[in-house]
């Protein structure tokens, strides 16, 4: 049986698997919601984990029976990632999860290549914010695919640019929707910190500090 060490490449999710952003998308989201009219809970918030910004708001819609110009549509997207950039400006590598630099050190000192694959088109800022873009070999965020998760775009190609097959990476994701990519693409994926997605990785833990070599 192959350990975690045998794993040629490490591909990693940005967004509630290396820094904890997850709360201010939701803030920003509820901010937008409020505008709106519509009620929207961090329960609802679950289902917006790894969904693009575009298809997130059609989902807060949705919610509300609202119905928006494409006007007002791109002015609210513009809204919200504005104050979730204001939310997150103050950003530093205080802020990556636990057992994040360990782990990224650790696989590099390995010889391990690393990557990320994000639906935020903010990835490479926050990476440069919390310090640690110069550990990835590749960062492939939601401006450079096609398709976001739940297709496996994002870390089919981390994959290919990191020059391994799929059975060679892990994946690492906190979010139903990016476990659902993992497994389309043929990744072996584990599931970080989120207990909603348990049952559907395929191994779990609560942080990368319990991840082994
Ligand atoms: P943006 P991930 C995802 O990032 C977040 O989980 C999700 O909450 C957010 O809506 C999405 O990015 C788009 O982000 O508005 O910054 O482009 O978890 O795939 O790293
Ligand atoms: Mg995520």
């Not at 998308?25 to 790894?50: R, V, Y």
């Not at 476990?179 to 989120?194: D, M, R, V, Y």
Request: proline share 1%; net charge negative.
């Amino acid at each position: 049986m192959k350990t975690n060490s045998d794993y040629k490449g490490f591909i990693f999710d940005l967004d509630g698997v290396l820094v904890s952003t997850e709360h201010n998308h939701f803030l920003a989201w509820q901010k937008t919601a409020d505008m709106l009219g519509i009620d929207f809970s961090e329960e609802e918030n679950e289902n917006l984990k790894g969904v693009s910004r575009v298809d997130s708001l059609k989902y807060i819609l949705n919610l509300g029976n609202a119905v928006l110009s494409s006007e007002e549509f791109n002015n609210l997207l513009d809204f919200k990632n504005e104050s979730y950039l204001d939310s997150i400006q103050n950003l530093t590598q205080q802020n990556c999860l636990n057992g994040v630099v360990e782990t990224l050190s650790k696989a590099k000192a390995r010889g391990i290549k690393l990557g990320v694959g994000s639906s935020s088109k903010n990835a490479k800022r926050i990476l440069k914010l919390i310090e640690i873009e110069d550990y990835f070999d590749t960062v492939i965020d939601g401006s450079m695919v096609e398709n976001l998760k739940p297709s496996p775009e994002v870390f089919l190609k981390a994959a290919s640019n990191l020059g391994l097959e799929t059975s060679e990476c892990l994946v690492f994701e906190d979010a139903a929707s990016g476990i659902q990519a993992a497994k389309a693409g043929g990744f072996l994926a584990i599931g970080i910190g989120n207990e909603n997605i348990k049952h559907l990785a395929d191994h779990y833990y609560n942080d990368l500090t319990e991840f082994t070599f």
